[in-house]
């Protein structure tokens, strides 16, 4: 079968159908509308940002919370440009961002025409905030660069990436061979020896730690359990927030940034940090001299050797290094020789239910005797709970689905007998003596109880070493942030446990929401971390809304921060999305005018004329209002999740403090 004439356009709208992308974000121009003339056809919805700045950013929420690369489509130069800065914030991130563009002709000349936005090298300028930037020379081509970015995004740290076609060959129809799709290639593994060792130092550490960021996000529920079976604190950067439920009792949440979180870390023996860089940017410091043995689980061989050098490195998967680690912890505390092998001689009784009553009563502070309704519990706990974050504030089942059951030693109210084999004397069994049958069956008794009760030891000193560390961790900086908290609890008091929450590189967002308005795994919190950029949190908020509909998404910003992409309000009023936006106005660039101050300058180029935000966002047809109590913020919130099109809602921050 002789293959189909196709144009430029037409072959990368159906190489992107292909790898299964079904939305896209940008802006069509005079040098794209043969991109844009195809995508209906192929499926692919479209959204219209107002910006492409706004494109980038809204393409880059819609990548994190899918776990989907993330498409925008300029048209040359200016355009181009304009989404510089969405890259590089997805870059920093480890976010797959895809850009497409046009490019100057096949055959362009060095030296410049006059063309349309023509520009020295669309490739060299994104080469400096992109993995890659691949300019094709072919129709052909096309397939086999978009098959290369879709590889990327799959198995290795993904990152975004610029295709760039040009003019020409964007119009001209060329017989194309079979699109190539990105092959199924699974990541490189850790050899067992490594993986080994770093079991034997989790499960033998005294103080334990783990550090996640973002790129732990696939581990959830194995670090969650890693977490219980270790009874270790559990500490977060941005991007890893809610990964463990920050309101579990062993977590410290967003704290990277505290010193005495990271004196706490100093201290630890073993620390298992997975996906994180361990960066300035998350500790808002040099790197954190650790005392102890350092085992980094990372998808990227470079992140073995920044900022801390791993002792024990382990390249892989995140998922499947962790199911590794965790299942060699458990596997060491039951093959342990002081570990016997024990069963349950009631009826009705199991060790989980035991088990599960033990770590309940820790949680819940209770340490007065058996629990012999483990299972009514557990029940009581989960509807204390409730569905989402409003009921946030109750402790959780530690010893829910996927938690480290125990049975080396005895339960209360449960009757424990030694399992001694078949418990026949036969042809091939000798018979035992009673005496010796009893004492080792004591023995063992005594050894189970030994383990058990410094099981228990462990897990309260890990849950006491966090709230200590909570305590201390907020008295840092119980002044500065008293203006935010009140106002967080009532944004927390609204949410859904799945709600999607954007922020802004604004005071509000890291000082405020990113240790103090705690989620949990449903939920999602997205910040644009190291590259630090201002605009985020609107698009961003957007690009999350345009693939959840159903899910509460809310924007929190500052008001400088805000105007950098405030015509993106636009857009959500004409998706009809509803979609709070949450805004501080400190009159202008708070945290530059605090460092001024800080520094002994007298503050220069930081206030800003106050502007009726909400009334922009009614002209844009949308909605504004502005709330100076907590319980008025929690009111308008409650509207606007339930009213199409954009509501802001100004917080005057002078009321805040």
Known sequence: MSAMPLTGGETVVRALALHGTVRAFGIPGTHNLEIYRHLAAYGIDHVTPRHEQGAGYAADGYARVTGRPGVAITTTGPALLNIAAAVGQAYSDSVPLLVVSPGMPLRHPRQATGLLHEMRSQTEALRGVAAFSHRVSSVDEIGTAVARAFTLFTTERPRPVHIE????????????????????????????????????????ASRPALVLGGGARGAASELCSLVEELAAPVVTT??????????????????????????????????????????????????????GTLVRVDLDPAQMYAGNPAHIPLVGDAREIVSALLGACREGRSGSPAAPSLRLATGGGTAAGAHRAVELRLVRGDESGPDTGAAEGAEAAEDRRGPGLRAADAKPDVAGPGAVI?????????????????????????????????????????????????????????????????????????????????????????????????????????????????IGPDARYLHPTGFGTLGYALPAAIGAKSAHPDRQVLALSGDGGLQFSIQELATAAQLRLPLPVVVFDNG??????????????????????????????????????????????????????????????????????
Request: proline share 8%.
């Open 165 to 204: 076609i040009p003019l020409d060959l964007l119009e001209s129809a060329e017989s194309v061979a079979p699109l190539r799709l990105s092959p199924a290639v699974r990541p490189a593994a850790p050899r067992s020896e490594q993986l080994a060792r770093a079991g034997e130092a989790l499960r033998t």
């Open 238 to 291: 941005a991007n890893g927030k809610g990964i463990v439920d920050e309101s579990h009792p062993l977590s410290l949440g967003v704290s990277l940034h505290s010193p005495a979180v990271q004196k706490w870390l100093a201290d630890c023996d073993v620390v298992l940090a997975v996906g994180t860089e361990l960066a300035e940017s998350d500790l808002w410091s040099e790197p954190v001299p650790l005392g």
């Open 406 to 518: 125990d049975t080396s030693g005895p339960q209360a109210g449960v009757d424990v007998v030694a399992d001694r084999g078949s418990g026949t004397a036969g042809a091939d069994h000798e018979p035992r003596d009673a005496t010796a049958d009893h004492r080792m069956g004591v023995a063992e008794h005594r050894t189970g109880v030994a383990q058990h009760r410094t099981g228990v030891a462990e897990h309260r000193t890990g849950v006491a070493a966090v709230a200590e560390l909570r305590v201390a961790r907020d008295g840092e900086t119980r002044e500065r942030d008293a203006r935010w908290l009140p106002y967080l609890h009532a944004i927390r008091s609204v949410l859904d446990a799945d709600a999607v929450i954007t922020s802004d590189s604004a005071q509000c967002c890291y000082y405020g929401a990113l240790p103090h308005l705690p």
């Open 588 to 657: 202008g660039y708070g945290e530059i005018r605090d460092e001024m101050a800080a520094r002994g300058d007298t503050p220069a180029a930081v206030d800003l004329a106050p502007v009726d935000l909400p009334g922009i966002a009614r002209a844009y047809g949308g909605h504004g209002t502005s709330a100076t109590t907590p319980e008025a913020l929690a009111a308008a919130l409650t509207r606007a999740f339930a009213t199409p099109g954009p509501t802001v809602i100004t917080v005057p921050e002078e009321t805040s403090r």
